[in-house]
């Protein structure tokens, strides 16, 4: 899902600068505010996970393959703010050092795979926790969250793809379906295993899932329910 | 918090070999339809390992290998320095 330098039009890099620059702001003051020295090897350790599973490429569709972003587990243990900051190193390292996402694209990369792919699995979490208030609720909240922040991050890709024309000439209905249809089904693997990190750490250390997260007021903060139905 | 992060580590070297290993092929959707369209991607900056290769050495697995291993510590360690340096700064205020 990583838009190369070349892909995306002078306007389309400029407009998702200046929207990823905005979370940037917030989420960098975010995550200074609700970080301790508790969270840094957390951090590190899922930013370099999900660093090392990005160059997992899986068989999807004709021949093509994809790859899990890691957002929906960098949200649900650091806030979307820490995903977002995770996100961005792990985005603009793969951009600096090894060519994989563009420089001029990078506000674009981490829109989709930072900001949609984070956020929107998050909200999905909070939405099924406070309704559900059960294990249950919040294990499909992951699994539906993980799905639809990766099914959506593709689609904002498509958009921006779409929106490029001429640079990129499929126009804005191809570039979505092709993007959302093959990368729906990575979505599933995304919300098998973040439910699996997930239950692995309730069971070892529930007191990571604890930690303060680093999310917008607006959205709130989930705990992990009491209740297991 | 020492145990999480050596499991941890120990899980992100055993992606990054399967990566390296057996899920190494990579044709992107984005690859796929850029392809069809004759779409060339440019790149404004030079990397020093394109697509996660040692210059020279395309074809070796034993050093794509080090390097994607060397690569997750590094990543590990930039994002120690960002953690860090953001508590630090809340620290000043």
């Known amino acids: 899902m990583h838009i190369p330098d070349g892909f995306l039009s002078l306007q389309v890099c400029a407009l998702t600068y200046a929207v990823t620059a905005l979370f940037w702001i917030f989420g960098f003051r975010g995550v200074r505010r609700a970080f301790d020295e508790r969270h840094v090897p957390l951090l590190s350790l899922f930013t370099a996970m999900f660093f090392a599973a990005q160059m997992m490429n899986y068989p999807v569709i004709g021949g093509t393959t994809a790859h899990l972003l890691g957002g929906p587990v960098l949200a649900l243990l650091l806030g979307p703010y820490g995903g977002l900051v995770s996100m961005t190193v792990i985005l603009l390292l793969q951009a600096l050092i090894f060519g994989d996402g563009g420089l001029s694209t990078l506000g674009a990369n981490v829109l989709n795979m930072g900001i949609v792919g984070v956020f929107i699995p998050y909200l999905t979490f909070v939405i099924f926790v406070k309704v559900t208030n059960s294990r249950r609720g919040l294990y499909a909240g992951v699994f539906i969250g993980s799905f639809l922040g990766d099914l959506l991050a593709a689609v904002s890709a498509g958009f921006q793809l779409g929106l490029s024309v001429p640079v990129f000439q499929y126009g804005i209905q191809l570039a979505v379906a092709a993007m959302a249809i093959h990368h729906s089904i990575i979505g599933i693997a995304e919300g098998v295993v973040t439910s699996t990190i997930m239950a692995v750490i309730a069971k070892s250390r529930p007191d990571l899932l604890a930690l303060p997260k680093a999310a917008p007021s607006l959205l709130g903060v989930w705990s992990y329910p009491s209740r297991g139905s | ?93």
């Open chain 2, 1 to 93: 918090m020492d145990k999480v992060v050596v499991v941890g580590i120990a899980v992100a070297a055993l992606f990054a070999t399967a990566g390296v290993l057996w899920l190494s092929t990579s044709m992107e959707t984005l690859d796929e339809i850029a392809e069809q369209l004759g779409a060339k991607e440019f790149s404004l900056w030079n990397p020093l390992f394109p697509d996660y290769t040692v210059p020279g050495h395309e074809e070796s697995v034993g050093s794509t290998l080090v390097l994607s291993l060397a690569s997750t510590v590094m990543v590990f360690g930039a994002a120690y320095l960002v953690g860090k340096l953001l508590i630090a700064k809340r620290g000043k205020r």
